[in-house]
């Protein structure tokens, strides 16, 4: 992980530690970095989430681009792979989301995406981080008519809807479904009744009135209770929860139980199986991801590659490999056919399009995976402390002592987030109570430990 960078962009609270002279500084940077051999007059999309510091941070970036004398589109409040879908449609050079994610409203955040509309490698944010960070490199700074321009096109909302709708096959409809949506208040507000009604389905709208601060408060795929209980309450067929951005989907059977990411991804992959479109006859999954899912693939022929955690380690894998699926726990799924980003309403689309086609429940079809208890506990620590969890032996122990303790029954995952200033502790096990405990323990040992 960079000074700048984490595993899904630059990430903080907005005005104080994700500044505008920040914003304008990354966003010259970027510019440099991703446009200097454009022969052309280059071009930038930049789209935004609906919490209230994005429009701030938007005319920070435009502005530190256009400095560069790039032409920058603004899209408006936009999902963020709908940012990375329009950048190759629209022949941009490059494209930014701004947004937090499933984070509170107070963080923000900064995603960059190249010409193709893929998340940068690591070694192109260096050379962003290094000009931002340490002025590596003296950017010449055009005048008079080369200084870029800003243009808005909140129309091209409709071409990423209109992509979505495309993906799923003629013939096949969501005629008759009932289904609820929570939109986290975040950009799904302005795209996923449009989808899934075009498609057929009596849409149930939830949480999709942003009104700058509300973003991810209580709803979305962070916080699934209201969901939970409206489906339990109202006799859907489904439920599909995203967050801030859109770029997860966590869903809700008929019966009120929560499909995760782990098992959507089991449904798909054995979907695209039975229709001979599972390249490789591999899903790509993170270390994160639930042991059940490695019992389904086993019970089902299906060979499954493992990768770092962040949904940009697993896309690097797909494209190595030309696998068709993949994704995290945490909802982000990626169809490489259809997408260079996860996209939780192509997901959830994708998900009530299995239903139909098949003519099963969510429960019949998310029964293919059995999830092991999990138990998830986060510390909070200061971001530069974060690497003790590798370095403390008295927290290398702890961690050592559980998984003795687990056996083949179990396993423990201890990591540093790389959006937040959290250390996750991560438990699976076949007695919840034993692994809360064990986790806790584990836990209580980086607490005493990071608190000095």
């Not at 209201?226 to 599909?240: M, P, R, W, Y």
Request: hydrophobic residues 40%; charged residues 25%.
């Amino acid at each position: 992980m960079g000074r700048l960078f984490g595993t899904d962009g630059v990430r903080g609270i907005a005005n104080t530690e994700l500044t505008c002279e920040m914003a304008m500084k990354i966003g010259r940077a970027a510019a440099y970095v991703l446009t200097r051999h454009t022969s052309i007059r280059p071009k930038v999309v930049i789209g935004k989430d609906t919490r209230i510091s994005s429009s701030m941070l938007e005319m920070a970036l435009a502005a530190g681009m256009c400095s560069f004398g790039a032409d920058v589109v603004l899209l408006g409040f936009i999902p963020t792979p709908a940012v990375a879908y329009l950048i190759p449609e629209i022949a941009a050079d490059a494209g930014v989301m701004i947004s937090a994610s499933h984070n509170p409203c107070e963080y923000n955040g900064i995603k960059i995406f190249d010409n193709r509309g893929y998340k940068l490698p690591d070694a192109i944010e260096e050379e962003i981080e290094a000009i931002v960070l340490d002025n590596a490199v003296e950017i010449e700074l055009p005048t008079g008519g080369k200084v870029g321009s800003i243009y808005t096109r909140h129309d091209y909302r409709d071409k990423y809807i209109e992509h979505v709708i495309s993906t799923v096959e003629e013939g096949v409809r969501l005629d008759g479904m009932k289904i609820a949506i929570d939109c986290a208040n975040g950009c799904a507000s302005k795209t996923a009744e449009k989808i899934f009604t075009s498609m057929g389905a009596t849409c149930y709208m939830m949480h999709n009135n942003p009104d700058g601060v509300n973003i991810n408060e209580h709803c979305g795929s962070t916080h699934m209770d209201d969901l939970i209980d409206f489906v339990n309450a109202n006799n859907v067929d489904l439920g599909l929860a995203f967050d801030g951005d859109s770029d997860r989907c966590l869903a809700v059977d008929e019966k009120g139980q929560l499909i995760d990411g782990d098992m959507m991804i089991a449904v798909f992959a054995k979907e695209l199986k039975r229709l001979g479109q599972l390249n490789g006859n591999t899903a790509v999954v993170t270390v994160m991801t639930n042991i059940g899912f490695k019992k389904f693939a086993k019970e089902n022929d299906i060979n499954v590659a493992e990768t770092g955690v962040g949904d940009r380690y697993v896309l690097e894998n797909m494209l190595e490999n030309d696998y068709s699926i993949g994704g995290e726990q945490s909802g982000h799924i990626i169809f490489k056919k259809y997408a260079t980003t996860g996209d939780g309403q192509l997901s959830g689309l994708q998900f009530a399009a299995a239903m139909a086609r098949t003519g099963k429940s969510a429960s019949e079809l998310a029964s293919v995976m059995t999830a092991f208890p999990q138990v998830l506990v986060n510390v909070t620590v200061k971001n530069e402390l974060k690497g003790l969890i590798k370095t403390d032996e008295e927290i290398i122990k702890s961690i050592k002592d559980v998984e003795a303790e687990l056996g083949d029954n179990g396993r423990i995952l201890v990591r540093a987030s790389g959006t937040e200033p959290l250390i996750r502790v991560m438990i699976e096990g076949e007695d919840i109570i034993h692994i809360n405990d064990l986790a806790h323990k584990v836990a209580d040992v980086i607490r005493e430990k990071t608190a000095k």
